[in-house]
């Protein structure tokens, strides 16, 4: 089936340490997103990519980095620096084209928590 | 960047009944799109319909329509017939020339039967 997938759906990090969050998409998207949603928020954007080797920084880049190697991949990492993780974080993938639906995938998101 | 604004936290209808949920958005652009999103307890995100600015024509998708007013850069979205499904969190998004996307702060709706 095609789709967004995300791992783990649950994540536990301790305080201080590094945590990788895997999206992956077999959609042939060129574009994809990560957002993080607060409870009883909307979704903040935290970075994106239009193409392979390339992204850009969200409203909510600071503590956390990305990569995108691979059209199929971007896996957000939320460092120590990022001062307050818990939330949920959603992944999402479009073609780049405009005029083409411009419909935005999501995958079915992660929860982290700091203990 | 661009703001979506949801000015309704939280909203109720009667099963079987019709509710409107508000969106304003603030841009410069003449082109553009618009959507509303469901996310429901289980929190994937759903979509419900889109817009192209550059269409006058009122979405509509089975018993969800849009009334879309350009100039007062008005989205709202109208659901009809509202069911024990429809209970969810709705999201009004924008997306923009450089392909971005900004979402609302939401709206809760609550069905009742």
């Keep these: 089936d095609g789709g967004i997938t995300q791992s783990p759906k649950y994540l536990f990090r301790k305080e201080g340490q590094n945590v990788t969050l895997s999206c992956e998409q077999n959609l042939n998207h060129d574009a994809m997103y990560w957002y993080r949603q607060d409870p009883g928020q909307g979704l903040r954007l935290i970075y994106y990519s239009q193409i392979v080797n390339d992204f850009q920084k969200g409203d909510i880049a600071e503590g956390y980095s990305v990569s995108r190697e691979k059209k199929e991949s971007f896996p957000l990492t939320v460092t120590s620096a990022q001062k307050n993780p818990t939330a949920f974080y959603l992944c999402a993938s479009r073609i780049r084209e405009r005029g083409s639906g411009n419909t935005i995938y999501f995958g079915e998101g992660s929860w982290l928590t700091v203990v | ?113």
């Design chain 2, 1 to 113: 960047a661009q703001t979506v604004t949801q000015s309704q936290p939280e909203m109720s209808v009667q099963e079987a009944e019709t509710v409107t949920l508000s969106c304003t958005y603030d841009t410069s652009e003449s082109d553009y799109y618009l959507f509303w999103y469901k996310q429901p307890p289980s929190r994937q995100m759903i979509l419900v319909i889109r817009q192209e600015a550059y269409k006058q024509q009122n979405a509509t998708e089975n018993r969800f329509s849009v009334n879309f007013q350009k100039a007062a850069k008005s989205f709202s979205l109208k659901i009809s017939d509202s069911q024990l499904g429809d209970a969810a969190m709705y999201f009004c998004a924008y997306l923009d020339n450089f392909n971005k996307f900004y979402f609302g702060s939401g709206t809760k709706l609550n069905v009742k039967p």
